[in-house]
């Protein structure tokens, strides 16, 4: 069975400081990827997608950048985070045909 | 893009009653369309899908239908009970999701 992980679970940081998020699959092959934000109380906002290694598709003009070096790889970063980056961040997969999989745990970001 | 309308923002039912939620979509070409339920602290989970090939869809007291046509969607639970309190989001998708704004479902014991 498919399996999706992210880390870390929870992060505080300060303004201007540097931001990496992993998620990782596990159990497929060559999944399209997704990361979502869901700012406290909203709804979820497709941030970045990716049909496959090193293929990015930026949903909305923002302060972050995604990556994707491996096949069930896919990285959420920032240079210098601001206030507004504060939410949930949640991964997802899909195998391109079917339903996109339960999502990742989440990771909560407050920028302070 | 697509973009999806989702509504009422909020509902409040008493135990017992059913509830329903609608959402609207805007590209004709979306062929996948998932609900979404997210409990407090917790990331979205799904609990039932239809495809555009079909109009409707029940699992136990959870049902789908779906309008090709008019471009609309809806959840419907019947004999709503305390624990289906929580958030519930409408999703379209033609190989990337789009959601809608999310519904916030109170079942009043």
């Known amino acids: 069975s498919q399996t999706i992980h992210q880390w870390p679970a929870t992060l505080v940081q300060p303004v201007g400081s540097p931001l990496s998020l992993e998620c990782t699959v596990e159990g497929t092959s060559n999944p399209n990827l997704y990361w979502y934000r869901q700012a406290a109380g909203r709804g979820l906002q497709l941030l970045f997608y990716?049909?496959?290694?090193?293929?990015i598709s930026s949903e909305v003009p923002q302060n972050l950048s995604a990556s994707r070096p491996q096949d069930r790889q896919f990285i959420l970063s920032s240079k210098k985070l601001l206030l507004s980056d504060s939410g949930f961040y949640l991964c997802?997969?899909?195998?391109?045909?079917?339903?996109?999989?339960?999502f990742g745990p989440g990771t909560r970001l407050l920028v302070l | 893009g697509e973009n999806v309308e989702q509504h009422p923002s909020t509902l409040s039912v008493q135990e017992g009653d059913s509830a329903v939620i609608k959402c609207t979509y805007s590209?004709?070409?979306?062929?996948?369309f998932p609900w979404y339920k997210q409990e407090l602290g917790k990331g979205p989970q799904l609990i039932i899908d239809?495809?555009?090939?079909?109009g409707e869809k029940k699992d136990q007291r959870i049902a789908v239908t779906l309008n090709k046509t008019a471009k609309h969607f809806s959840l419907h639970i019947t004999e709503t009970q305390p624990e289906d309190s929580a958030v519930y989001f409408c999703?379209?998708?033609?190989?990337?999701?789009?959601f809608g704004q999310g519904t916030t479902l109170q079942v009043k014991p």
């Open positions: 999703a379209a998708s033609k190989g990337k999701l789009i």
């Open positions: 997802a997969w899909s195998n391109g045909r079917d339903r996109v999989a339960p």
């Open positions: 990716s049909v496959g290694i090193g293929q």
């Open positions: 239809i495809r555009s090939n079909v």
């Open positions: 590209d004709s070409a979306s062929n996948y």
